[in-house]
């Protein structure tokens, strides 16, 4: 594996190859790489050429400076994991190769995606997402980008910078990975203990419940409830959001139409720890 610190040395690099005709797959990261990390790498090996991996603690995407520096760097171990899985490239900037200008501005129209869920509870939060990915992707000029659908609202997002700035890039993307009682990987699952990451079984429970009763053709707000009953049922789990929504513009649904897309969406809170988790309803 190649590691590149610099643009220049990146970009010099990644235009010899897309001359030679190889098709580039760009995977996004922050680091504290784990298995769903990994499958993402796995995901884009049988579709292109050469992987390349991004490690960036990216700071504008934090609204909580206390949480930026508490954010894991385990950088020796990322290697070794991207080694395990034969990556090509990674490329691990630091801020200012990043972010030369301090003062640069950012603003991108997402609409109300960038307002609901996550966008408000995390205000700027999507804005320092888009600006850094479209970095990437600038820097980058990959063929395919691969994203986790865990981060369900951040892949709708970056789905709608693609159609903004009309980039031809393919969008990966990559299902979501659980541990064997269906709890969704996460780099925050190592701050629960073992009796935490048992209530937490609880949002992947309360989406399954959404999921296999969605065909009874029950009354949608019956469902709802009692999916939320399996979370407020579950003592020392707080929710903070749960709901049933278009998967495109993620605005929240009173009744399914066969022909539309949707999702069920949870963010809850354990042992201090914020949990999200997300499943599709083909
Ligand atoms: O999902 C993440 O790890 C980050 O939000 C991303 C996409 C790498 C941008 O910093």
Not at 45 to 52: C, G, L, N
Not at 82 to 104: H, Q, R
Not at 189 to 208: T, V
């Amino acid at each position: 594996m190649e590691i590149f610190k610099t643009k220049a040395s990146l970009q010099a690099h990644l235009q010899k190859a897309r001359s030679a005709g190889k098709k580039i797959a760009l995977i996004p990261t922050m680091g504290a790489l784990h298995e769903g990390h990994l499958s993402l790498l796995d995901y884009a090996k049988p579709i292109s050429d050469i992987r390349v991996c991004s490690i960036f603690v990216n700071p504008t995407q934090f609204n909580d400076p206390k949480d930026l520096e508490k954010y894991p760097r385990p950088i020796e171990n990322d290697i070794k994991l991207l080694e395990s899985v034969a990556c090509d490239i990674l490329f691990m900037p630091s801020v200012d190769e990043m972010y030369p200008d301090k003062d640069e501005n950012w603003h991108i129209d997402l609409g109300e995606l960038d307002q609901i869920w996550e966008g408000e509870k995390r205000p700027g939060h999507f804005q320092g997402v888009t600006q850094v990915v479209y970095k990437l992707f600038i820097l980058v000029q990959p063929d395919i980008a691969c994203f986790g659908q865990k981060d369900f609202q951040q892949v709708m997002v970056i789905k709608r910078m693609i159609e903004i700035k009309d980039l031809p890039i393919q969008l990966a993307i990559c299902p979501i990975i659980r541990d064997e009682h269906g709890l969704a990987l996460s780099s925050r699952n190592m701050r629960l203990s073992e009796e935490g990451k048992i209530k937490a079984l609880a949002l992947s429970r309360s989406l399954q419940y959404v999921k296999d009763h969605l065909a009874d053709n029950i009354d949608l707000q019956e469902i709802k409830k009692k999916a939320l009953t399996i979370l407020t049922q579950t003592e020392g789990l707080t929710v903070e959001y749960f709901a049933i929504c278009e998967s495109n513009s993620l605005k929240e649904v009173e009744r399914i139409d066969a022909s539309k897309q949707y999702v069920a969406l949870v963010t809850a809170w354990v042992e201090g720890v914020r949990l999200i988790d997300n499943m599709t309803l083909a």
